[in-house]
């Protein structure tokens, strides 16, 4: 088997934060992932999901070496990316990039579309001439579907949806060969988000990139990606094949959370028996010992306050970390 | 039949801008009645906000409504500010996306839930405290002798969502306005809000207006909708035949293009072309031509009126049938 483009192992990512003020000032620590590992192959998309504060952001974020990881180790095609100066780093740059959330406040309001696509050509990829980057970056807007006439203009003159196909392009410009998209569509419309997501795959399959997809809409994930994880608190509770962890949920964490989307289809919405989750995700500072999800879960045991329940293999590419799925 | 709750008629919404005046939602009609739930959907920038704000006179100082509101015999749109007040917050209530802004974190949940009880009922200090209590623990909240006297901050986004829609129900309103009430939540809490907002209604017969951009979350509270474009109505109808048979257009662009957890994977998405027209350069005619793969030389010409299709539903396009 060929080598992984990405190997996560075991990636850990502390943040000290400060509690209290005046005489009751404190720094405590943070555990924003804890101890994650995944592979990713060149050409695949993972779709990571969880709800706000589970550290899927953070996880992006350290996997391009943006955050420091605390322990644990990053491989980039076999060679170590954790730790990295950032001189070192940049090589790498160049075929790892990210799209935001936010379309509009992620591109300088100073700066027109074309400078802000051919800034990583300028940063990262100097010996290129200014002829070339022009005809480059006409390119990669063409290929996102922006108007070659729109070159000279800035963000507040285009609507999200544009925004983001900026964004996209500025990943793009370098030819990478993973593209961390972090909540890529949240920010959008119903109707622009299906362009975005129709781009997304098209350049994934012609351009034959690796995606990680951060998202919290379910439907979303399960339409893009081949892989999906789902975290909770800073772990990993579930890695499965698309079709297999959405047929099949294991972890009664991801089996809660595919069960409280709500079908665009008033027939079966009626007739489904939601059974919601109870209660709300911990606090990070103060997850809950064993098992983070147990307070919340139908299943828990007294097992799970001691004992934190580590991703098996189950067979069929599916890893649980529940200490009662078989 | 009995008449409707709330009839609005001929509803629009003008903002006097540096750029001259604009319109943000341009003859909007429709009726609500008793215990029923209504589902207002569009995307940013449809009007479906500045529709029920306008119903509730709060505009922002530049806006300015014209058109009828007929609730319970009385036009909101004309009432005095003194009128007004007796029915905000008392006959009609409102509760807001973001819950941490529309609390004040000064106040602590007591003092905020027990404002309107004694402004509207003239309870005494005790008695509201007793009914916010009963209020909170209706909605979900354990321990509601302890929390009534914590601050907003305290509390997290969906217990805070809960203490916004408390306090919404507490004078028992006929009407609850609910704009994009789950739209900052995690799932598994909007999940949650979605069931108590369901529980609360059968206990209570309330009608609700929802204002929601979540296709999905209209398909389980709602029992008709209304689809909102560039500021008018452009299709209404009972939840099931919209879903299942949508007869605008863009209705059905919106139904096609999101991704659904039951769909066949692989598919691509439906799209919608182009983007919705910004308020300032909505095009002549119907506001969605440009975008429309039916549009024709009527669709140019005039704005297409929304009329009755079948009963109890209407669409505002030139075409007879949707092909």
Redesign the interface.
């Known amino acids: 088997m060929t080598t992984p483009l990405l190997q996560v192992n075991d990636l850990r990512v502390s943040f000290c934060v400060s509690t209290g003020s005046g005489l009751g000032y404190a720094t405590r620590n943070l555990k924003a992932v804890d101890g994650i590992s995944f592979d990713l192959h060149v050409g695949e998309t993972l779709g990571v999901v969880g ?2 504060g589970c550290g899927k952001s953070t996880l992006a974020r350290a996997v391009l070496n943006l955050v420091p990881a605390g322990s644990g180790r990053v491989m980039w095609l076999g060679q170590a990316v954790s730790g990295l100066t950032e001189a070192a780093m940049r090589p790498l740059r160049k075929q790892m990039q990210i799209i935001f959330q936010d379309p509009l406040a992620s591109l300088d309001p100073r700066m027109t579309a074309e400078q802000i696509i051919a800034e990583p050509l300028k940063a990262l990829a100097p010996e290129i001439d200014a002829t070339q980057r022009r005809r480059r970056v006409a390119d990669v807007m063409a290929r996102v579907g922006l108007q070659a006439d729109q070159v000279h203009r800035y963000p507040h003159e285009f ?1 999200g ?2 925004c983001q196909r900026i964004g996209i392009a500025r990943a793009l410009v370098l030819n990478p060969k993973l593209i961390v998209c972090d909540e890529p569509v949240s920010a959008l ?7 975005i ?2 781009l997304l ?1 098209d350049l994934q399959r012609d351009l034959d990139l690796a995606l990680i997809f951060i998202a ?1 809409d ?3 994930v ?3 990606s081949q892989r999906v994880m789902v975290m909770y608190l800073g772990r990993a509770v579930e890695i499965a094949p ?2 297999a962890i ?1 047929a099949q949920p294991r972890h009664p964490y991801t089996r ?15 007739s489904r028996s ?1 059974t ?3 209660g ?2 911990p606090s990070p500072l103060d997850p809950p010992s064993g098992c983070a999800f147990r307070n919340r879960c139908p299943i828990a045991a007294a097992r799970c306050a001691t004992e934190t329940p580590v991703l098996r293999m189950l067979g069929g590419g599916v890893q649980v970390a529940c200490h009662f799925v078989e | 039949m009995t008449a409707p709750l709330l009839n609005v008629d001929a509803l629009s919404v003008h903002f006097a801008t540096a750029d001259g005046e604009l319109c943000a939602v341009d003859g909007v009609s429709f009726a609500i009645s008793k215990g029923e739930t209504l589902g207002i959907v569009g995307e940013s920038g449809s009007g479906k906000s500045q529709t029920v704000l306008a119903l509730l006179g709060l505009l922002s100082a530049n806006g300015r409504a014209s058109g009828r509101a007929v609730f319970n015999g009385r036009d909101l749109l004309d009432l005095p500010i003194r009128d007004l007040n007796q029915v905000r917050g008392k006959e009609v209530s409102m509760i807001f996306q973001d819950p941490m802004t529309s609390l004040n974190p000064y106040l602590s949940i007591a003092t905020q839930m027990t404002e309107v009880l004694a402004l509207h009922q003239r309870l005494g200090r005790s008695a509201a405290r007793a009914q916010a209590l009963q209020m909170l623990a209706a909605v979900g909240i354990a321990a509601p002798e302890r929390r009534i006297d914590q601050y907003p901050h305290e509390f997290s986004g969906g217990m805070r969502q809960r203490v916004m829609i408390a306090m919404a129900l507490l004078c028992d309103p006929h009407l609850l306005i609910a704009d994009e009430p789950t739209t900052a939540l995690d799932v598994t809490v909007q999940a949650q809000t979605v069931g108590l907002m369901r529980e609360l209604q059968t206990q209570r017969d309330t009608a609700i207006i929802l204002i929601t951009h979540d296709l999905g979350v209209v398909a389980g509270l709602c029992d008709r909708i209304a689809v909102m474009y560039a500021g008018r109505i452009v299709e209404t109808g009972p939840v099931d035949a919209m879903f299942s048979d949508p007869q605008h257009p863009y209705t059905r662009g919106l139904l096609t293009s999101v991704p659904r957890l039951d769909e066949i994977t692989g598919e691509r998405l439906a799209t919608i072309p182009g983007n919705p027209p910004a308020i300032t350069q909505r095009p002549r005619g119907c506001a969605y031509r440009d975008r429309c793969a039916y549009a024709f030389a009527a669709c140019a010409e005039h704005p297409p009126p929304l009329q009755t299709v079948i009963n109890g539903r209407a669409k505002a396009c030139h075409l007879e049938v949707l092909p």
């Open positions: 709800e706000s609507s949806g544009q419309d119903v109707s622009i988000q299906a362009q997501i129709n795959q919290h379910l439907n979303v399960r339409h893009i698309r079709d959405y809660a959370l595919i069960d409280a989307v709500p079908l665009p289809d008033p027939q079966r919405e009626r939601h919601p989750l109870t709300e995700v």
